[in-house]
């Protein structure tokens, strides 16, 4: 079975992230980038399908710049196959229709019997991209999965939904977005990083993949980004002083009843 999986090299979490001056984009100096944590589960999945199959190829795409190339050899490293890099300028800044517009011109040379993708992507939280790849290639889509079988020409997929659990059939080819808890991802063994660095990696360009750039990119972008802020600052918390836990609560009434007013 050739499974594609989708991956997006984004801010790790624990960086401390600052509005750029443009207020549209952030400072990207100083930003350790890593794969989004739902690609992860992505890559595990796709890995854990192969190897229960005993056969097929995993392959990494990605739009993105240079620097997602790291991204994509950390992938190989876990295990997959193959990358492909999707780098050209006139893609940088476009929407998610333009992302998936690039990524679906790329997967239409790629053979594939499954995509597995993220949920969302944790930096700009558009839930987008997956849905709209299905679209473009005409294929079924299950989102937030976290359990799956395959079945001959079928997959059946279990999503979370609101306090309870669906399942889903669809006929492969399909695409389907994972959900945390899914898997455990594994961790890139040091024998796996040094294979990855000897595994086929592809660059290639919109003009490589047919697209006219005005379709995409900031160009051919639908919808932008108009402004960006950071939540306002929580007032600073108080901590209340008091010799007893019976002192300590009278006080903290007192504070609910005198000061915040709501009892
Ligand atoms: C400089 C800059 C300017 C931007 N300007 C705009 C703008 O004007 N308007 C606007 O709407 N957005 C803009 N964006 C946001 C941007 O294009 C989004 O990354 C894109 O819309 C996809 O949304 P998302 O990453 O939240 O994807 P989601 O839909 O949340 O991602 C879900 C999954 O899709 C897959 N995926 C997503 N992106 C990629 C990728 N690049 N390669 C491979 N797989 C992927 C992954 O599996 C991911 O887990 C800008 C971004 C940058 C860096």
């Known amino acids: 079975m050739d499974i594609v999986v989708l991956l997006k090299q984004v801010p790790d979490t624990e960086t401390l992230i600052q509005i750029a001056a443009d207020k549209t984009s952030i400072k990207t100096e100083d930003v350790k980038w890593v794969i989004n944590p739902y690609d992860e589960f992505a890559v595990e999945e796709a890995l854990r399908i192969k190897e229960a199959q005993g056969e097929g ?146 660059k290639k360009t919109l003009a490589d993949l047919g697209i006219n750039p005005s379709e995409v990119g900031e160009a051919g972008a639908k919808c932008r980004v108009m402004s960006l802020s950071f939540p306002p600052e929580r007032s600073p918390g108080k901590i209340i002083e008091g010799e007893t836990p019976e002192a300590k609560a009278a006080e903290l009434v007192r504070l609910l009843r005198e000061e915040a007013k709501v009892i």
């Open 57 to 202: 190829k995993v392959t990494i795409l990605t739009v993105g710049p240079e620097r997602a190339i790291e991204a994509i050899r950390t992938a190989l490293a876990m295990g997959a196959d193959e990358g492909v890099l999707i780098d050209d300028p006139a893609a940088e800044g476009g929407d998610a229709l333009g992302t998936a517009k690039v990524l679906a011109a790329a997967l239409r040379e790629i053979p594939y019997d499954l995509i597995v993708a993220g949920q969302r992507a944790v930096d700009d939280d558009y839930y987008q991209v997956p849905a709209a790849v299905a679209a473009f290639l005409g294929i079924a889509q299950v989102s937030m999965v976290i359990k799956e079988e395959i079945q001959d020409e079928k997959i059946l997929c279990e999503r979370t939904i609101e306090g309870g659990t669906m399942v889903v059939e669809a006929q492969l080819p399909a695409l389907f977005t994972t959900q945390k808890g899914i898997n455990e991802p594994r961790y890139a063994s040091l024998p796996g990083i040094m294979k990855a660095k000897k595994k086929p990696l592809a």
